[in-house]
């Protein structure tokens, strides 16, 4: 068990994590993250690091990775003490803190700021044969460096914006790409959607719409897969080395459900404190919920501001809320 009691305790390493970590060190505060993946950065690192994000104020347009990596620099100027590869179990107040329970210890906080997004992405399966045989042997539900898919044959399967996102990358990398979806029309980007008929067009990818996989076969790894016509019933028998799926992530909140917290929806409750129902705890980012919420990156950083601030008084009830502009700061100096 780690005595040490840290000020304020950010459970989640992505953006909004991020954001609030470097907010909190800023306010001279003793900080920790805990994050259950390997890596910070979130979704941004773990699901699409090579997809361009065009939202973040002062970035014109910016690679996810190179976004994450500029967050993780900006939180970790103050030496935040980070913990990844671990998931907060439970949470107690205790007297004047907080005792966090993880599956490789316990950790003291005297305030905590919730910043899990949608809390963990398990990606939705395919319900076939195969599939569970050849994960991470060659299907995979992620992407993390186009240039390993050089002269594969590749079959994504989706219709929102991920497959046609990676079917659209990845063309220019791959032998051959197929993309399957099981009706024609797409839940994507109306500017995406016309590049898709652009490289069908080209026979850049071989689209198979009304098409859904029946099986997936090989030895160690992948070598074939079966897709059917869901109009006919008639097979087709593809070959291939990878089977990307991108068919959406069933949001859960774990053991955050939990810990007392006001949830709705799988999301938690907040005031325009971003204080939760709990004395202590505050929350920001995808996974808290308000009357005209937006799930955008840059209101996560919005949110984690006012999250850390409110977090920082209650530590220290004579510190202000509002700290004034960062130029000012003698800690920049």
Not at 68 to 79: I, P, V, W
Not at 222 to 236: H, Q
Request: proline share 4%.
């Amino acid at each position: 068990m780690d005595d040490t009691i840290r000020d304020i305790t950010i459970i989640g390493g992505g953006p909004t994590g991020l954001f609030a970590a470097f907010y909190a060190g800023m306010r001279g505060k003793s900080t920790r993250i805990i994050d259950s993946l390997p890596e910070l950065g979130g979704q941004l690192t773990a699901l699409y690091p090579e997809k361009d994000v065009f939202d973040v104020g002062g970035f014109p347009r910016v690679l996810a990775k190179d976004l994450a990596k500029n967050l993780s620099e900006q939180a970790l100027q103050f030496d935040p003490e980070v913990i990844l590869d671990e998931q907060v179990r439970t949470v107690e107040w205790r007297e004047d803190h907080f005792l966090l329970t993880c599956r490789g210890g316990e950790y003291r906080t005297r305030a905590l700021v919730v910043a899990g997004g949608k809390g963990a992405f398990d990606p939705m399966k395919l319900e076939v044969p195969g599939y569970d045989e050849f994960l991470h042997r060659g299907v995979e539900y992620a992407v993390k460096d186009p240039a390993g898919y050089a002269g594969k044959k590749v079959v994504v399967v989706g219709g929102g914006d991920s497959a046609l996102d990676w079917a659209l990358i990845l063309k220019d990398h791959a032998e051959r790409l197929t993309l399957v979806h099981r009706r024609d029309g797409w839940r994507a980007h109306e500017a995406t959607i016309r590049l898709l008929d652009e490289a069908v067009s080209a026979g850049e990818i071989d689209l198979r719409t009304f098409h859904e996989v029946r099986e997936i076969r090989g030895s160690d790894v992948v070598g074939e897969v079966t897709i059917f016509d869901n109009r006919t019933d008639e097979d087709t028998v593809l070959e291939a080395d990878v089977v990307l799926t991108f068919l959406g992530f069933k949001p859960d909140l774990g053991p955050i459900k939990n810990w007392g917290l006001e949830v709705e929806k799988n999301r938690i409750k907040v005031d325009a404190l971003m204080a939760t129902n709990v004395p202590g705890i505050y929350a920001a980012g995808d996974v808290v919920d308000y009357l005209g919420k937006l799930d955008l990156i840059a209101t996560g950083f919005a949110e984690a501001a006012v999250a850390v601030n409110n977090a920082v008084h209650f530590v220290d009830p004579d510190a202000r809320v509002n700290p004034g502009h960062s130029t000012n700061m003698k800690v920049f100096k």
